[in-house]
Structures are given as C-alpha cells and as structure tokens.
C-alpha cells in the first residue's frame, strides 16, 4: 500500500510516518518501480501500534528503544512486555487523574447551574 493508505489506515499523518521512517522507529520500507513507498499489512500494524504509543504519551525515546527490541526478535519479549506494562500503569494513573478531574469539573458545572436556576 502507498503511504496515503498507510496513513489513513493508522491515523497518522503523512509527514508523522516519515519523521517515523527518519527516527528508526519503522523497519525499512520497499519502494516500488516508481520509487514511492510500499507499505505492508506489517508496517500498518505497526504504526497503528506507533500511534498509538504516542497518544497515549509515550516518549519517543521509549518509542525508539521499543523498536529496538522489536527488531532484535523474540528474545526482547520479556523487556517489551515490560515497558508496555510499566506504560499501561502510567495509563492507569493518568486515567484516575483525570477521572478525578471531571468529577471536579462536573461538581462546578452543577453548582453553576443551581446559582443560574436559583
């Protein structure tokens, strides 16, 4: 697939997968006979799991290192399962802050509310 497809099946945008491909974050893209890259189902994948990553706040240092590991094959599992759950925790903690906040936010928009109706 072309880049624009790629793109659009992983939510990135078209200069985002380039700085990917620039940073090492991507394995190396073929190029057809008319130059342009080819994107495998492989590479979509990944840069599903890349954007993810990143939206939810990853690094792109730990980004790279996870790359890294990934292309060092299976005997890495062990260090990749270990930065995703240290990133899902982070997860949770961010998540319970904002759970916290909306709650806050709501409280105020009600109070707002009765002072208006009142």
Do not use: V
């Amino acid at each position: 697939m072309k880049i624009a497809e790629a793109a659009d099946r992983s939510g990135l945008s078209i200069d985002t997968i380039r700085f990917y491909e620039r940073s090492g974050l991507l394995p190396p893209i073929a190029r057809g006979a008319d130059g342009m890259r080819r994107f495998s189902p492989e590479t979509a994948d990944w840069l599903r799991l890349l954007a993810s990553l990143r939206e939810t706040g990853m690094e792109l240092r730990a980004m790279r290192r996870f790359a890294e590991l990934y292309r060092q094959g299976d005997a890495t599992i062990p260090e990749r399962r270990r930065m995703l759950q240290e990133h899902a925790a982070n997860l949770e903690l961010r998540r319970a802050a904002l759970d916290r906040c909306a709650a806050l936010l709501a409280h105020k928009l009600q109070r707002y509310s009765e002072i208006e109706g009142g």
